[in-house]
């Protein structure tokens, strides 16, 4: 049997009623917003293989601070803000070892198998640099070209300005640039 | 390369490895997490929190008025501490320093009246510098 929230209730609604005791809910924020999520940390340079338990962390982190989301950005924003510091935590965990596996998703590049290896060079050098760009030059570039987020949505996310948002943007940009240059 | 190939870059970026993701699994997986740590009532925490960093700004708030202040017990504590010297001086260099201050106003306005102090025992001496 559906659950009437899932037709097309807001995130706003699901959170109320997870608020309220409502599992489902939670349940269905999850299957909302889990690829983009997975999407972020990947890009970040969550490994692979770790990428479902980081998917969960960031989740129940969400869940059990939902209190402190007041709807100053959209709750995925929110929730990806919330990806970064697990994944940060997950590096200090881990030692910061500079796991970089080459992302499979820039391998699957159709065309002239010369222009593919051109691009997937590029795409590759790109996933590293990625990596390597400082931690709020990275997140803010991954909300802007990855979730396709406005300025004054990733201010609010990550407790900046929109004007300091847009400088890290074109610095993660410009340095991506001379990377692959 | 320029900015809407690397947007485009960009956006494959960990596409393949979230596809593999079971999004099912995963949100079971979350809600039992839950069920096995139900979610903390940090409204407490908050409050606690909130109430020892009045506390410390109280304090500190405290700590400096008492810094910048002077009290009056160091006005007191500096009278005594002049009083106690004169204590330790005999009368000759009793009458010496009030000579000399003497000396020092008469230059500018008094006439000259030391002749007095001559006449004046230690013990009257001393009440006259700690009146003075």
Known sequence: MAQPHQLAAPDTA???????????????????????????????????????????????RAFRSMDRFRGQCQFR??????????????????????????????????????DHAEASEAHRLIAAGVKRLPRLQREVFLLRAQQGLEYEEIAAALATTPGAARVHYHHAVRRLKEIVE | MNEDQLIQAARQLGARAAERLDVQATARQVLQRLR?????????????????????????????????????GESHQATHFIADDLTDLSTDELQMVLTSFDQIVAESVVPDSTSDLQELDAQQLRRLLQEG
């Open chain 1, 14 to 60: 699901l959170i109320a009623a997870w608020r309220d005791g409502d599992e489902q809910a939670a349940a269905e924020l999850v299957a909302r917003h889990a690829k983009a999520l997975a999407r972020f940390l990947a890009g970040a340079g969550a490994p692979e293989a770790e990428l479902d338990d980081l998917v969960q962390e960031t989740f129940i």
């Open chain 1, 77 to 114: 924003t929110w929730l990806l803000a919330i990806g970064g510091n697990v994944l940060k935590d997950f590096g200090r965990r881990s030692g910061r070892r500079k796991v970089m596996p080459l992302d499979e998703g820039v391998r699957d590049i159709a065309g002239d198998p010369h």
């Open chain 2, 36 to 72: 096995e740590q139900p979610v903390r009532k940090s409204w407490i925490h908050e409050r606690w929190l909130r109430v020892a960093a009045l506390v410390v700004v109280l304090l500190g708030a405290a700590f400096a008025l008492r810094q910048l202040r002077p009290s009056s």
